[in-house]
């Protein structure tokens, strides 16, 4: 259960990470996750290399069983 969380992330460096970021990235053994409640701000990359930003990611080895992502409140996404 990840719930009532203020996050904040980024990297305000003019070049960027070298990969993408995400306030909460779920990856695999996350079947029943809970993801709730949670205010995801400021969320930055000025990568110019095509990584990107995200509030909330799943990765594609995510085992989507059972998942419940609701009631989050995601602002002030930046990807240059």
């Known amino acids: 259960v990840?719930?009532?969380?203020d996050i904040r992330i980024g990297?305000?460096?003019?070049?960027?990470?070298?990969?993408?970021?995400a306030g909460i990235e779920l990856?695999?053994?996350c079947a029943?996750?809970?993801?709730?409640?949670?205010?995801?701000?400021?969320?930055t990359n000025?990568?110019?290399?095509?990584?990107?930003?995200y509030g909330i990611t799943?990765?594609?080895a995510t085992s989507s069983?059972?998942?419940h992502i609701?009631?989050?409140y995601i602002l002030i996404m930046i990807k240059i």
């Open 2 to 5: 990840i719930d009532g969380n």
């Open 70 to 72: 609701y009631n989050n």
């Open 46 to 53: 000025f990568s110019t290399s095509g990584w990107g930003a």
């Open 11 to 21: 990297d305000n460096t003019s070049t960027g990470t070298s990969a993408s970021i």
């Open 32 to 43: 029943g996750a809970q993801v709730r409640k949670n205010k995801i701000h400021d969320v």
């Open 65 to 67: 069983n059972d998942m």
């Open 58 to 60: 799943l990765s594609s």
């Open 27 to 29: 990856s695999s053994g």
